[in-house]
């Protein structure tokens, strides 16, 4: 939709962040750090970006079909 828009996600779908385990939450930070180290380098200053976390509605029930993942879009 925007240039520049990225959307980050495991590849094993998790519903909610907690339930990721620590080497998968450990390569998210990383890709993320890159992306966002990879944006700051594009004009050699610091990247205007909005960070959305999309999980799952925190209701109690179970949606198997959900799939967390962070959405960087710039302004």
């Known amino acids: 939709r925007y240039a520049y828009e990225t959307w980050v996600a495991p590849k094993k779908a ?13 390569e998210m930070a990383i890709v993320l750090k890159t992306l966002l ?4 380098g594009l004009w050699e200053k610091p990247f205007p970006y909005l960070m959305t976390l999309f999980q799952a509605p925190v209701d109690g029930n179970d949606y ?3 799939h967390l993942y962070l959405q960087l879009t710039p302004p």
């Open 64 to 66: 198997p079909f959900a």
């Open 14 to 26: 998790f519903q909610h962040l907690h339930e990721m385990d620590p080497r998968t939450m450990r």
């Open 37 to 40: 180290m990879k944006f700051d």
